[in-house]
């Protein structure tokens, strides 16, 4: 069943079109990871999702609903952004208790397990404002799965960790496929969209040039590796 669909979206700002006429459907139980250069929208197509950007064309339905002013949508999603903005002078364990309470979780229902899988259980003392990038990476995870999201959007997730905290994130993201979720993550790292893709989407300048099966896109381009995929279909447009 489809849990997201872009219809038409665009966004300009001043001169530019960061995103055109982008029509895009994500299903439950799947993970599309959104690639493409420097540049191409990626974030700019998550931050649409999250409302934190209102596109200057088209809508965006997520399970069932047109977003709009009414942010109540977001309850099913768990973000975690390319850079997370804290509050300084609070302490890990402060900031997961205040966030817990804005999301009307509770100790119970809250799933905090990350805490203790990317060893943060031990530094809730320490000062967000004191964090390394990696450390404030991890706790960025630990909010984007702790409301157990019917919809998860990643944005680089796994720059700055180090690769078995990376295993550990990316190893919950399919797990939340399996349970039916809609997982969508921006990445770099062609191995990583190799190991975890169902479907890519390729944005350039833009625009959506395809949103396909992995197994489609090495199949056309008859080859086994993503790095020598993508220059075929994409000199030889879907
Ligand atoms: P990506 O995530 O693929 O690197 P972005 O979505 O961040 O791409 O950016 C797409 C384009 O939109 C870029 O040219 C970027 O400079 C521009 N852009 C992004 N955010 C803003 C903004 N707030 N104001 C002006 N231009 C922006």
Redesign the pocket.
Known sequence: MDSIIFSGVGKR??S?W?LRDVDATFRRGEVVMVI??????????IKCLLGLVRPTTGSIQVEGQVIGPDPGYRRSIGYMPQISQFPPSLTIGQLLEMMRDVRGLTPASADDGLVEELGLAHQLDKRLGALSGGTRQKVSAVLAFRSRPRILVMDEPTAGLDPVSARTVLDRAAALRSEGGTVLI?SHLLEEVEALADRIAY?QE?TLRFLLPLNDVLQRSGTDRLALALPKLLADPV
């Not at 493409?36 to 197509?45: A, E, F, R, V, Y």
């Open positions: 700002y001043r530019l960061a493409g250069p420097n540049g191409s929208g990626k974030t700019t197509l921006t944005l833009g």
